[in-house]
């Protein structure tokens, strides 16, 4: 399963769903599919979600079962 902080960061840079969804060109509720897990972005969609959310794609999504990740 795909595992990542999106909710996490959104909130720590004050953004809603729809803010996000609006810099990233998909709507609110792609966004909270994403965040629960229940979609898993394309490429070029995860690497815009990482530019809006100022990091990189490893640290936004890693699989669940990659016990090295660290936040």
Do not use: C
Not at 1 to 10: G, I, P, S, T, Y
Not at 49 to 61: G, H, I, M, R
């Amino acid at each position: 399963m795909l595992k990542n902080r999106v909710k996490e960061l959104r909130a720590r840079y004050g953004f809603t769903q729809s803010d996000l969804g609006k810099q990233v060109d998909v709507t609110r509720q792609t966004i909270a599919f994403i965040e629960k897990g229940e979609f898993s972005p394309s490429i070029t969609l995860s690497l815009k979600l990482a530019k809006a959310l100022q990091t990189n794609v490893n640290d936004l999504f890693w699989l669940e079962e990659d016990e090295n990740h660290e936040k």
